[in-house]
């Protein structure tokens, strides 16, 4: 029987490129969340040996180089399971788009498994063997929003942001993010890091005012002792998402959605690799400046790109501005932010 999961995308609000670490990643600081854009991916396990990747984009490598491959491989072995794995990848999102969609093709792999070999992994198991695949894993073994740490693979669940009207553009160029961090690191040694740092690192923040801030559950974390770095990341969202006026949900509803808006643009958080990415790629500046000019009232580009993204006030507006855009040549859609109940309820149901 072949099970059928939803692979869906995520992107960042925001992304801090820390210091470069003695095991060659950097310390980042991003805030993840899920939306609703998807591949599908489909697992069966037949008689036999072996693993064998399937997919009609010829920019998906069926080797082991595949994270999907590397997945089955690993959760096989960690639930002592035999049999042929069989892996078709129905591709909807880019390649190298810096919407995680590797990553989370790779996490829908594990869940595909432990459905189709009726077995299950301890959460522990989960997340130990998702960071070793990769760094933005663990954050699909959450949902919703999610606060990311250390190289990304330490991952917080925060209280889930509403959920909002996007547009998403995917542009035809692919953006290598090792080549985009060594562009970082060259940069950081040209201009120095205190020039470059974003705005959002929380000098000069306002105090913490509101009690939204990350769990603290230590059996919900993918490190443990990592409370002194999870004070001071907390500090910093306060500034982020819930320390300006006017944050909250309202009893006549909608004006959250609004407010959250307002206070992105505020606090001026945004993608360190901007900088980067758009000296090379000014096409991709271009996008970001349509977007606004299409009425986002945040926009930004996903990871290290080549996607670019921009939230709206309401569904209709991000329809007409996906249209608007379309009508450009662009590649745009109009779709939405999941929370972490939203992602867990549609995973599986298609």
């Known amino acids: 029987m072949k099970v059928a999961v939803r692979s869906f995308a995520k992107i960042n609000l925001g992304l801090y490129i820390g210091a470069a670490r003695a095991d060659g990643f950097h310390d980042l600081r991003t805030v993840y969340q899920t939306i609703a854009l998807h591949d599908v991916i489909g697992v069966s396990v037949g008689r036999g040996s072996g693993i064998e990747i399937l997919c009609d984009d010829p920019r998906v490598p069926l080797d082991s180089s595949n994270t999907c491959y590397r997945m089955a491989a690993r959760v096989m072995d960690e639930l ?79 209280a889930d942001l509403p959920a909002l009207p996007m547009v998403v553009v995917t542009p035809e160029v692919g953006v290598s993010t090792p080549t985009a961090f060594a562009d970082w690191d060259a940069l950081v040694s040209r201009e120095g890091a205190a020039e470059l740092r974003s705005a959002w690192t929380g000098e000069g923040a306002r105090p913490h005012t509101s009690s939204a801030r990350p769990s603290t559950n230590r059996d919900q974390l993918t490190r443990p002792l990592a409370s002194d770095r999870l004070f001071e990341v907390g500090r910093v969202l306060s500034a982020w998402l819930s320390g300006l006026p006017n944050t909250g949900a309202s009893a006549k509803g909608g004006s959250r959605a609004g407010n959250l808006l307002l206070d992105l643009v505020r606090t001026g958080i945004e993608n360190d690799f901007e900088k980067v990415v ?59 932010t999941l929370t972490r109940s939203q992602h867990w309820k549609r995973i599986l149901d298609r």
């Open 80 to 158: 002592g399971a035999k049999g042929r794995v069989s892996i078709e990848i129905e591709k909807r999102l880019p390649v190298q788009g810096g919407l995680g969609a590797a990553s989370s093709n790779a996490v829908a792999t594990m869940v595909g498994l432990e459905r189709a070999l009726k077995k299950k992994l301890s959460g522990a198991a989960r997340l130990r063997i998702a960071a070793e695949i990769g760094s933005d894993l663990p954050l699909f073994l959450v949902g919703g929003t999610v606060l990311g740490v250390g190289r990304g693979e330490e991952v917080y669940p925060l």
């Open 278 to 336: 758009f000296p090379q790629y000014p096409e991709l500046r271009d996008i970001k400046g349509a977007l606004e000019r299409a009425g986002s009232s945040y926009a930004s580009l996903s990871g290290s790109g080549s996607t670019l993204y921009g939230l709206f006030r309401s569904s209709d507006s991000a329809a007409r501005a996906a249209k608007r855009l379309r009508k450009q040549g662009l590649k745009a859609v109009a779709t939405r």
